[in-house]
């Protein structure tokens, strides 16, 4: 393409899908902070589910699936964009696989600064890498290129951003404190977002040919959406408890407080229910002693009563012997 004839074209958002992309990053940190609260509270077999969890929620959902609606909202004048479905979905396992990465880094003592820093460091590039093959995938029959200056902005808030999220998702312990950091981790991720977009730009000849193959991104985006809020729906759904379980901010609440008894330091029992075992991945509980809550009524009954606290297990068989 003979640049000195190209002109750059101007590009300007749909509303309507930046309010989505923040609406999907809003619920996709709020599905990741609620999954985080489990891993500490869990037994060995339910664990890795909620690392999982987390994982997808943050990755695919606040990050990934934020990024994409982000870009859908992108119109360029004058031409056509389509999307490079191998490359999008490239991107997608980025953003999930860097997410895991940094929580299990972080999750292992989150009371480290070492593992922040080098959880924030992996999960703010991978990010940025996410950012960028996602605007590989994008086709638009012109050429697009970068402002440095702005790549590298996006790239320094991607890491900061991802160092805020990993802090934050350890240290969250009730609703307030969900709703607020669900916002600040939403804020952070869209800054970078936008920021990237903000550095791209796109020349292209009057009357270029049209993008080569790809996939209709309002096509994708309808699939993107209903997949992605279903997934958080039953994600947000499942942490809280469902029908059937105590409240987990009543439970994340009662750990934080063991971890204050023991002087800030986590206990190194490694039971569900416990401050955070060596970390929220400490050692495996006992089989079959993850502690499940049940609700009967308005009674809350802990079925193996408060693991790691002898005292409380018999106080509490003494009180429902007297009932």
């Not at 950091?181 to 730009?201: D, I």
Request: hydrophobic share 50%; aromatic share 6%; glycine share 14%.
């Amino acid at each position: 393409m003979d640049l000195t004839t190209a002109t750059r074209h101007a590009a300007d958002y749909d509303l309507l899908f930046v309010g989505v992309s923040v609406a999907l990053a809003t619920v996709g940190s709020f599905a990741a902070l609620v999954s985080a609260l489990r891993i500490p509270l869990s037994g060995a077999a339910t664990r890795l589910r909620w690392v999982l969890s987390a994982a997808l929620s943050l990755g695919g959902g606040a990050i990934w699936a934020m990024h994409f609606m982000g870009m859908v909202a992108y119109h360029i004048d004058g031409m056509d964009i389509t999307y490079d479905i191998g490359l999008t979905a490239l991107s997608l396992v980025i953003a999930v696989a860097v997410s895991g990465i940094g929580l299990v880094l972080v999750g292992t003592n989150p009371h480290s600064v070492t593992r922040l820093g080098a959880g924030g460091l992996i999960a703010g590039l991978g990010v940025a890498a996410m950012h960028y093959t996602g605007m590989a995938a994008m086709r638009t029959g012109g050429t697009v290129t970068y402002d440095t200056k702005l790549v590298a902005i996006s790239v320094v808030i991607a890491v900061l951003a991802a160092l805020a999220a990993l802090w934050i998702t350890f240290r969250v312990r009730s609703r307030s404190h969900v709703l607020v950091a669900s916002v600040v981790m939403a804020t952070a991720v869209c800054g970078m977002h936008y920021t990237g977009m903000a550095a791209t730009q796109v020349t292209g000849i009057s009357g270029a040919s049209e993008p080569s193959g790809g996939v209709d991104p309002i096509t994708l985006s309808l699939v993107v959406c209903v997949l992605t809020f279903s997934i958080l729906a039953l994600v947000i759904f499942a942490a809280l408890g469902g029908v059937s379980e105590t409240d987990v901010f009543t439970r994340a609440a009662h750990a934080h407080d063991q971890t204050a008894s023991l002087g800030g330091k986590p206990d190194m029992s490694g039971k569900p229910g416990t401050a955070a075992g060596s970390g929220a991945f400490g050692p495996a509980a006992p089989a079959g002693r993850a502690a499940p809550v049940l609700t009967i009524g308005a009674q809350t009954a802990d079925v193996f009563g408060q693991a790691g606290d002898p005292g409380r297990q018999g106080h509490r068989r003494g009180h429902a012997t007297r009932r």
